[in-house]
């Protein structure tokens, strides 16, 4: 097993005591990266998307982490799932992005939002990976004001009819179905959520975003709606529920990215102090220059204020998952998400910051771990909601609702 996720999870287990189904979920975890970590390299420095991460993380079962064992899944609670994120956050955002969204936003919000007719059509399909889920809220014109969205729907007899384009979507290209958020055509203020199935006549992608900084190993596209019909049966969580729909999404999906990069630090502090063990300058090596000191004691402290705030914010969501209805606890849910993301993904950028300076010009290669995570961690800043977002709502939780930025 990794060191560091052994350690996260010795450490864990003086507060929580796991049990053995719980231990074999993370094992499974820890072999699902193993297998993927070669693949993942390759693909990453080829710059495309890697084929395997469906079939890689479903022979493990780990696809299906907090789904119920009656879609196939495993069951598991908050904490268990973010530390599986965190073990495949280690290889980097890519396939992280990849799970992310097929688990923490598609599988979860159909368990959560479906009907039972859905669920049956979907979700055992998901947890297996033999259906790819994409998540089409972001528009060229509608980014962190999602309720801004220009894509509408229209009611044509039984039908509904969507025209629109979606962009920065992960999984776009490659998805099976891509839940589709749209307004009403004759209502700006009402949004709905639609399951779309992408062979529908008229959904295409139009552009794929190849130019990415990093995550190369992740799908990224642009899919457009021209004419897309979808039966009643298509929508997804009720007419007018979408940007509730929506941001129970982003809920799960900031969480997701939070863990990752709890894994992009401990992913940095493996790769630095490997490193700084062997590489000799100055006639020693440089972990024992008291520079190289600081900056791998600097990643260790950033792991140890990353992790416990997104521990904290999966247990909980374990405790509301049991009383859904406390509104006090969804509330608090959302600052602790937001919390634990905004200061995860800064200090996961920070962290690949200094492992590239530990490695001097090899990190400014993304053939070191240290220039893929640099070149990955930044978009954890980025979407799921900005470092912004997350400010405004971190402020929203410690003045109170007459001070929201957003109402
Ligand atoms: C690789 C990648 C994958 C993605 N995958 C998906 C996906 O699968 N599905 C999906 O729907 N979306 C996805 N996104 C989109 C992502 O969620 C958005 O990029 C993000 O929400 C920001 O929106 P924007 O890019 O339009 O930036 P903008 O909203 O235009 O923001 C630009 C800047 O203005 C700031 N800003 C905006 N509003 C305010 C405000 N009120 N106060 C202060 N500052 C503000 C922002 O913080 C930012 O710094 C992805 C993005 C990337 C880069």
Redo the contacts with the bound molecule.
Sequence with gaps: MEKLFEKSINDLSKLYEFSKEELKVLDDADKAADELSESEFEHYIKREVNPDHAKVLSKYNVLGVPISEKYGGRGCNPLISVLVKERLGQLGMGLS?FVN?QMF?GEMMLERWGTEEQKNKYLADAVHGKKII?????EPE?????SSMQTTYEKKGSKYVLNGS???????SIADIIII?ARAKDNPKEHSAFIVDTKSPGFSISMR?EE?IG?FT?D?AMPELENVEVGEDAVFGGIGMGMHVAYSGLMNGRTGVASASVGVIDACLNAVVERAQERVQHGKEIGKHQLIQNHIAEIRQNLEMARWPVYFAAIRKADYEKDPTNKDLIEELDFRISLAKKIASRLAFESADRAVQVFGGFGYSILSPAGRLFCDSR?AR????????Q??KIAEGVLGKDFA??K
């Design positions: 992005s969204v936003l994409a998540y089409g809220l972001t509608a980014g962190s004001d999602p979606k962009y920065l979507i992960t999984n776009g958020f975003m990415k995550i992740s990224t978009v980025i979407y799921e909601g900005t470092d912004e977002i400010t405004l930025a957003f």
